[in-house]
């Protein structure tokens, strides 16, 4: 009798311990999504990227860099080439606006213009300045695990909350379940139907963290031509002003 209660009392333990280590670790869809956010940008992240317009019959060039504080501050710049050279955009909160050196203007971007291209290219205002958006105007639920560029990864539906202001009524993300960086994304409209799908490669360590140095999006209905973005360097988690992020910044930046 004492063993059967020494045997009972241990495998009481066991199944205890089994259970608190699996509720411990357990992470939701949302928990998993806001981590993926947090390893792209940390809470301030600057890095130096080319991004190439690839057409069936050309291709277009341009240098950037770019700069975010938290999910609702962030610049991007372009350095090259010498036309497009000083053109800025800028996120601060909700308000989002571009700089336009050649006419020197500040244009705001309205709701209605964030599914327009970023500077003639596959990806969406959207896309480029309201990223963190993903976060906190979607809910999300996890629908299965797939294998993508070798890697294991969450296949997650973020459903848009309703009256959000975003492009995309739902966003299927792929998200490694090593690196919790996102390896694929599909952009999908109110109609349910898919129109363009980012697919992320060549993972290295910059900056002191992984991070996907190339991101290539496609879109749905021009298979024939897409828009990769390079990135060259990458720094994160420094001290950085909220007033770095102004509109007199965004005119007055220089590469």
């Given at each position: 009798?004492?063993?059967w209660v020494m045997i009972k009392s241990l495998l009481s333990g066991m199944l205890l311990t089994v259970f608190v280590s699996g509720y411990?670790?357990?992470?939701?869809?949302?928990?998993?999504?806001?981590?993926?956010?947090?390893?792209?940008?940390?809470?301030?992240?600057?890095?130096?990227?080319?991004?190439?317009?690839?057409?069936?019959?050309?291709?277009?060039?341009?240098?950037?860099?770019?700069?975010?504080?938290?999910?609702?501050?962030?610049?991007?710049?372009?350095?090259?080439?010498?036309?497009?050279?000083?053109?800025?955009?800028?996120?601060?909160?909700?308000?989002?606006?571009?700089?336009?050196?050649?006419?020197?203007?500040?244009?705001?971007?309205?709701?209605?213009?964030?599914?327009?291209?970023?500077?003639?290219?596959?990806?969406?205002?959207?896309?480029?300045?309201?990223?963190?958006?993903?976060?906190?105007?979607?809910?999300?639920?996890?629908?299965?695990?797939?294998?993508?560029?070798?890697?294991?990864?969450?296949?997650?539906?973020?459903?848009?909350?309703?009256?959000?202001?975003?492009?995309?009524?739902?966003?299927?993300?792929?998200?490694?379940?090593?690196?919790?960086?996102?390896?694929?994304?599909?952009?999908?409209?109110?109609?349910?139907?898919?129109?363009?799908?980012?697919?992320?490669?060549?993972?290295?360590?910059?900056?002191?963290?992984?991070?996907?140095?190339?991101?290539?999006?496609?879109?749905?209905?021009?298979?024939?031509?897409?828009?990769?973005?390079?990135?060259?360097?990458?720094?994160?988690?420094?001290?950085?002003?909220?007033?770095?992020?102004?509109?007199?910044?965004?005119?007055?930046?220089?590469?």
């Amino acid at each position: 009798m004492r063993l059967w209660v020494m045997i009972k009392s241990l495998l009481s333990g066991m199944l205890l311990t089994v259970f608190v280590s699996g509720y411990v670790n357990a992470e939701t869809a949302s928990d998993i999504v806001d981590r993926s956010d947090e390893q792209m940008r940390g809470d301030s992240s600057y890095s130096v990227a080319t991004m190439k317009i690839i057409r069936p019959d050309w291709t277009r060039t341009m240098s950037m860099k770019s700069w975010t504080k938290g999910q609702d501050l962030s610049l991007v710049l372009v350095t090259a080439p010498a036309k497009d050279k000083g053109s800025a955009s800028l996120k601060r909160q909700k308000e989002m606006w571009s700089w336009i050196p050649s006419i020197e203007r500040v244009i705001k971007i309205a709701p209605s213009m964030l599914s327009q291209s970023w500077m003639g290219s596959d990806f969406t205002n959207d896309d480029l300045i309201n990223q963190s958006s993903i976060v906190v105007d979607y809910e999300h639920k996890l629908i299965k695990e797939e294998l993508f560029d070798n890697d294991n990864t969450w296949v997650i539906d973020a459903i848009a909350k309703p009256d959000a202001p975003v492009v995309w009524s739902k966003v299927r993300l792929w998200i490694s379940k090593q690196t919790y960086l996102q390896r694929k994304v599909e952009f999908i409209d109110e109609f349910d139907e898919l129109v363009n799908t980012m697919e992320t490669y060549d993972v290295k360590e910059l900056g002191g963290r992984n991070i996907a140095t190339r991101m290539t999006m496609i879109p749905a209905d021009k298979p024939d031509q897409r828009t990769e973005l390079i990135t060259h360097e990458a720094q994160f988690n420094f001290d950085i002003g909220d007033d770095f992020f102004s509109q007199q910044q965004m005119k007055e930046l220089r590469d």
